[in-house]
């Protein structure tokens, strides 16, 4: 394992500051008007979570940490950190403050039965069987996101602030109790942005348990895909973080340093893994924002007794890149981006950057290796590359019309609007497995949200996943329209009727020889009944999916609020 001279001069410069500040923030996770539309309500997917049923000693390729869906990324630090004009920071008196999101969705998925007994009916209900069901995978959406909920207690004094974050998922009385759903506390950190005596300048670190996200396609959120192109960070570490004014223009550079532990499972190949990432980008008004970032991550532990996997090198896996996003405010938001991934023996590097799906290089089959690199017959031994392009574009009209009224207003969404949005992700694989080099996975969509009461609206999506150019047999398509209804304009709350429908190239491969001949389940199901888990991949005396072949129709009714 190297690290540039470049990196480990910052790493030496940067890492000690934030001993060196004792005060008080106000971050852009609690300052940034974020509006969480989770995707039933024509929105951005909701961001991500980390859970798991455990793991049948039977079966290592099935991972214990089954992440459904996770929250939209509300209070992580991605976009300018340090808010207001000046140096000053502000000396917030002292002080608590509590911030929130919950997505409560119920959904049931219908089937049929092929024989049914005269008292049987032919039409079953169940919990959804989906090909976009698992949070970390390529074929992922959001159309049929998850349970979650997440709440951040703070405490503020001076310019420093305390931070614990609670998560989970799998709301337990209307289903079961998973204990590794329910995270319990699973962040905390504190937040110091100290006066500086230049007007112009601002500085933020940050130290403990924290997400750190870039590349989100969204302007507040992770997009339509709910991803992140150049990762969102795991792990308990420190960032740092200055911004200057030069007349219109905002220059700014981070650094950040983390370490993750993994799940010690006999059947996990992740180990202890550490992580260094540097940024920088310049914004022109706040309206065209250009970024660059770089991960570096890497683990060189010692052999565990008992692991699967023994005497292996070192691995490691980089991620380098740069994004633009324009907010030409009648003209629309855009958002583009390139990242390049660049893995070597990464099946050992555990999930201490959350990129593009995966969670890290190879947390169980969670990671790059099983979501990209990896064929039916897993010869790549975590080694290759994936280069992705990811867009979005949205377009208001309501805001249009108010630019054709009084050129330069904008609209903020007080009245009826149509907000047309448009998104795509295609990745480029280079693989040591023959199976998957040079292949595309490619997958695109667009979506519509009609604004028309207060308290009324309607939307639809629609969804076209390739996940394999060789074999078009995998081939799938969603439409979704939706019904939304919300207190008023500008509620933070909201219940979503939505229906989805399924188009498959090729249902089921039934009998033949030929199992990738139709679309295929994730690498990794959500256990314990999600679309591709059975009783032999999962705890011993568990059920597991109702149905081997995926759902043509879905109905989901969902509540979620931010505040």
Not at 14 to 23: F, I, R, V
Not at 538 to 547: E, K, M, W, Y
Request: proline letters at 7%.
């Amino acid at each position: 394992m190297r690290l540039s001279s470049l990196t480990m001069v910052l790493c030496g410069v940067l890492a000690p500051l934030p001993a060196l500040a004792q005060g008080d923030p106000k971050a852009a996770e609690e300052d940034a008007p974020v509006q969480m539309q989770n995707t039933s309500a024509g929105g951005a997917a909701a961001a991500p979570a980390k859970p798991a049923p455990a793991q049948t000693a039977q079966k290592p390729a099935v991972p214990d940490v089954q992440t459904p869906q996770g929250p939209p990324p509300s209070f992580g630090n991605s976009s300018p950190v340090v808010t207001g004009s000046g140096g000053n920071a502000g000396n917030k008196a002292e002080g608590f403050d509590f911030h929130g999101y919950f997505r409560a969705p119920m959904r049931i998925g219908m089937g049929a039965r092929d024989n049914p007994l005269p008292d049987q009916s032919r039409t079953t209900l169940h919990a959804p069987v989906v090909p976009d069901d698992q949070y970390l995978n390529w074929q992922y959406t959001g159309h049929q996101a998850r349970d979650w909920a997440e709440l951040y207690f703070s405490y503020s004094k001076g310019w420093a602030k305390a931070t614990a974050g609670i998560l989970a998922f799998n709301f337990t009385d209307a289903a079961w109790k998973e204990n590794l759903a329910q995270f319990g506390i699973a962040q905390g950190w504190v937040t110091l942005t100290p006066e500086l005596p230049w007007q112009n300048v601002r500085l933020e670190a940050k130290v403990g348990s924290f997400w750190g996200r870039y590349g989100m396609a969204g302007r507040y959120d992770a997009g339509y895909y709910d991803t992140f192109l150049f990762g969102r960070t795991h792990t308990l570490g420190e960032t740092l973080r200055m911004e200057i004014d030069v007349a219109d223009w905002t220059l700014w550079g981070e650094q950040g340093f983390g370490v993750r532990r993994p799940n010690p499972s006999i059947y996990n190949d992740a180990r202890f893994t550490l992580v260094n990432h540097l940024h920088a980008g310049v914004s022109w008004k706040k309206t065209v924002d250009l970024s660059l970032h770089h991960f570096y991550t890497w683990a060189q532990e010692e052999d565990r007794p008992g692991s699967a996997l023994t005497n292996v090198p070192n691995g490691n896996m980089s991620v380098i890149g740069a994004d633009v996003r324009v907010d030409a405010n009648m003209y629309g938001y855009l958002y583009a981006g390139f990242s390049h991934i660049s893995a070597e023996n990464a099946r050992v590097v555990g999930p201490a950057v959350e990129v593009i799906h995966a969670n890290g290089g190879g947390e169980f089959a969670l990671g790059i290796t099983s979501n990209y690199l990896d064929g039916p017959t897993r010869q790549s031994n975590g080694n290759g590359a994936v280069n992705t392009l990811l867009a979005q574009y949205e377009l208001s009209i309501a805001n249009i019309l108010t630019n054709m009224k009084t050129p330069g207003q904008r609209y903020w969404g007080e009245g009826p609007d149509l907000k047309i949005a448009a998104f795509t992700m295609v990745n480029f694989i280079s693989s040591d497995d023959p199976d998957m080099d040079g292949v595309r996975k490619l997958k695109y969509g667009f979506d519509l949200n009609g604004r028309i009461k207060s308290w009324f609206g309607l939307g639809m999506r629609f969804d076209r996943l390739q996940p394999n150019s060789r074999i078009p047999e995998q081939s799938f398509a969603i439409l979704s329209p939706r019904i939304v209804f919300r207190s008023d304009w500008l509620a933070h709350e909201e219940i979503a009727l939505q229906y989805s429908r399924y188009f498959f190239n090729q249902r089921e491969c039934g009998n033949t020889a030929e199992p990738l001949l139709c679309t295929q389940p994730p690498a990794a199901p959500t256990l314990p009944d999600g679309f591709g888990a059975t009783t032999t991949n999962q705890d011993p005396g568990n059920r597991g999916a109702p149905a081997t072949r995926p759902d043509l129709n879905v109905i989901r009714l969902q509540a979620s609020i931010w505040w």
